[in-house]
């Protein structure tokens, strides 16, 4: 997986902050690092990511096929729990 931006938002128009850095500590944890320090407080933390689908190495993350009942293509989801991590392998870029 690769992220590619990080924003936390209090408020859409009050403290939009990206994080100053950002490490991959373990297979499991994405540490990130803000300044100013952010207190404890309702928000939103957005990640983007972008990362490649293999179906042989997939733990956690599923692929279902169906077929579209009225145009009768056919259709690929993935589902994922998000937990444990295994279901979202990552490289930092």
């Known amino acids: 997986m690769v992220v590619t931006k990080i924003i936390f938002e209090e408020d859409v128009t009050l403290n939009r902050q990206e994080p100053i850095q950002m490490t991959f500590t373990d297979r499991e944890h994405l ?3 803000f300044d100013p320090f952010l207190p404890p ?3 939103q933390l957005r990640i983007n990511f972008r990362g ?3 179906d ?3 733990t956690g993350l599923f692929r279902y096929r169906n077929k579209n009942a009225g145009s009768g293509e056919v259709e690929y989801i993935l ?3 998000f ?3 295994d279901a979202r392998r990552y490289k930092m870029s």
């Open 31 to 33: 540490q990130l690092v």
């Open 41 to 43: 407080q309702d928000g």
């Open 56 to 58: 042989r190495k997939m």
């Open 52 to 54: 490649r689908i293999n």
């Open 83 to 85: 937990s444990p991590i």
């Open 79 to 81: 589902a994922s729990h």
